[in-house]
């Protein structure tokens, strides 16, 4: 890691940069590992993983948090979390948490899931895992699309949006409807705490870190279970330039994932 | 429930299964009701919450299998378990928890022996073997059962119990003291989350995944697992053999089937037929070496399976030709399906040894 007593390199700006553009200092969050990864320009993810690692780490909860994650693009953010990680298989990951956090119950346990992970292929899961009140946090990353695969149409997509299998846009007759999965784990009795948040500006990465802050609260006072959706960004599966990921993230998808608390303590927030 | 456990009590091989498991440090179990397992998970749930332990109703065997996959992954000693169809469900999760080498047992109570090519080849992706041990009575599944804990501990690795209906639902006096198996070395790759932010943090994973790394060694990392079931293959091969010695014609069973034909073969001696009786215990590793030595010097190798052949391919595999072999089990199971056959009758079973021995053709069905 960065030694963090370094003086803070100055990039010369008085000639063009030979290569391409890369930052350099100390502002990775503590638990990030150095490290090449995977993920494309634009991609949302790195967004809510920082703040998933800035909430443990000021919760003083570094040395006692167990990730458990799914597969696609999570395998490689896997190698940059400096905090034990199990990797689950596709939409498996509630489950393997509450393993986890059945043997070790003063550990902060959550999961990392995709929407493709979670919404579609471990529907079940999830659900099971809130309706039995599993004292863990699901973290859904929800960008519409499976990600890693190029762009394919998942439970979450919303209708009119293009993906490499609804072509001509999500049609409600062909296709169905989207899932709203915060909506849909919230009215369970099991859910005590609940949110969506988005990561397509500063006020929303904000708001992000908060929800998180209260749903890892909401496991440490033993509450149950508890979720946040982090709507994030992909114009790689989206077929965006990587500058509109965001407002497309807002305008699309947080259109009708609308952000917000849903349940805060076991008790619903009416819109 | 105060209960000794180095008394002989009577008791049904669930029960003894679940009071083994939990003499052997098992504290997590999770399941999915389906006869014949389904006391099993009946007896752990009453048993396990006394212990400290954890036994989650599962909301389904995939659910099981995930549960205990996380319970394993923080080090403690965890199973799970169903039957037959049950464990197809969990054939996925089976081959990621051997790529990412996660101690656990699991218990399949199966109807019948059709399942052989299931336990032993596994249904799951990927180039991977799991250790299989078939208990032949109450007694002996107690035993495998504190041994499977240690097998999985000592290789890192899960250990499949093949048992069936009548080890489950047969009473049998047994005492279940723990056993110990010798030391194992210490679980530090298990996930506490103790070595967050020390960038040594660890990573449980099925691909071989280092942290702070790009990519994998996909080489490396199968070569790793096909190097320990080398020695798996080597070290935990386990069999009885039963008057091979002098023997002229071989019988080739395992599980409670062999009970069986250990009856049908003491008649058949008592006939004048040099007959002996190879148990395969191990069914992954099969106990090839064994198998060849019990069967030097005999004329046949007559197998006796619940099925329509599949271990024999084992045997012959094992034999590779040496001694001729003949099938002398078929399908054989009950109305309910359970697997309670016909061919659990040791007359029969001499009866289909004697003409494998004079070289009479043996049906391959059975007519229950």
Redesign the interface.
């Known amino acids: 890691?960065t030694d963090p007593n370094d003086p803070l390199r100055v990039i010369p700006t008085d000639a063009p940069p030979v290569g391409a553009c890369r930052q350099t200092g100390t502002s990775l969050p503590?638990?990030t590992?150095?490290?090449?990864?995977?993920l494309c320009p634009g991609c949302g993810e790195p967004l809510a993983l920082r703040q998933i690692l800035d909430a443990?780490?000021e919760m003083g909860?570094?040395?006692?948090?167990?990730g458990?994650i799914g597969i696609g693009c999570y395998?490689a953010l896997?190698?940059?979390?400096?905090?034990?990680?199990?990797?689950?298989?596709h939409g498996?990951a509630?489950?393997?948490?509450?393993?986890?956090?059945?043997?070790?119950p003063e550990?902060?346990v959550f999961t990392l899931q995709g929407d493709g992970d979670m919404v579609n292929e471990g529907l079940?899961?999830v659900i099971?895992t809130a309706a039995r009140g599993e004292n863990v946090t699901c973290i859904l990353l929800n960008n519409g699309v499976f990600g890693e695969t190029g762009g394919h149409m998942t439970a979450t997509t919303v209708l009119g949006q293009r993906t490499k299998n609804s072509i001509e846009g999500r049609d409600a007759g062909e296709h169905g409807y989207p899932i709203l999965i915060g909506d849909l784990l919230a009215r369970l009795q099991g859910t005590a705490y609940c949110a969506r948040a988005s990561v397509h500006d500063a006020k929303g990465v904000h708001r992000t870190r908060r929800f998180l802050d209260r749903a890892f609260e909401s496991q440490m006072k033993g509450q149950g279970f508890s979720f946040v959706e982090i709507l994030t960004m992909c114009p790689t599966g989206w077929f965006l330039p990587t500058a509109e990921g965001p407002d497309y993230l807002d305008q699309e998808l947080g259109a009708v994932h609308e952000v917000g608390e849903l349940k805060k303590d076991g008790v619903l927030i009416e819109a | 429930m105060n209960v000794s456990t180095t008394e002989r009590r009577l008791m049904e091989g669930s029960e003894a299964i679940a009071e083994a498991a939990i003499a052997a440090g098992c504290r997590f179990f999770s399941g999915y009701p389906m006869t014949p397992f389904t006391e099993v998970l009946e007896c752990f749930a009453k048993r396990l919450p006394d212990e400290g332990g954890a036994c989650i109703n599962a909301e389904s065997e995939i659910e099981a299998i995930g549960q205990a996959w996380g319970a394993a992954a923080t080090g403690a000693r965890a199973a799970t378990g169903s039957t037959g169809q049950g464990l197809s469900l969990m054939q996925e999760s089976m081959s990621e928890i051997t790529r990412a080498e996660i101690p656990i047992v699991i218990f399949n109570m199966a109807r019948g022996q059709g399942d052989y090519f299931q336990a032993t080849r596994g249904g799951g992706h990927g180039d991977y073997r799991h250790i299989v041990l078939a208990p032949q009575s109450v007694g002996e599944a107690v035993e495998l059962t504190q041994l499977a804990f240690h097998l999985a501990d000592k290789w890192r690795h899960p250990v499949v119990i093949y048992g069936d209906y009548l080890i489950a639902h047969t009473a049998e006096a047994v005492a279940t003291p723990k056993i110990d198996f010798g030391s194992l070395p210490a679980k530090d790759w298990a996930v506490d989350g103790s070595l967050g932010g020390s960038g040594r943090s660890r990573n449980v994973n099925p691909i071989g995944m280092e942290k702070g790394s790009k990519g994998i060694d996909p080489n490396g990392f199968w070569q790793n697992l096909a190097d320990k079931e080398d020695e798996i293959l080597e070290a935990e091969q386990r069999y009885e053999a039963i008057d091979t010695d002098d023997a002229d014609l071989l019988i080739v069973a395992f599980g409670t089937l062999a009970r069986f034909a250990h009856a049908a073969m003491r008649d058949l001696r008592a006939e004048g037929i040099k007959v002996g009786l190879f148990r395969p215990i191990s069914l992954w590793p099969f106990p090839k070496e064994a198998l060849v030595k019990a069967a030097e010097g005999c004329s046949k190798v007559a197998v006796l399976e619940q099925n329509a052949g599949q271990m024999i391919e084992d045997v012959q595999l094992s034999l590779l030709g040496s001694v001729p072999v003949v099938p002398i089990g078929g399908i054989s199971t009950d109305g309910a399906g359970f697997g309670i056959g016909a061919l659990l009758d040791s007359d029969l079973i001499a009866g289909r040894a004697r003409d494998a021995h004079a070289g009479r053709p043996v049906p391959r069905g059975v007519v229950a």
Do not use: C, F, W, Y
Not at chain 1, 81 to 89: E, G, N, R, T
Not at chain 1, 97 to 102: L, P
């Open positions: 890691m503590p638990l590992l150095m490290g090449e990864h995977d443990i780490d909860m570094s040395q006692r948090a167990i458990t395998t896997t190698s940059l979390m400096d905090i034990d990680l199990i990797q689950a298989l498996r509630p489950s393997v948490a509450t393993g986890a956090k059945r043997m070790l550990n902060l079940q899961e099971h």
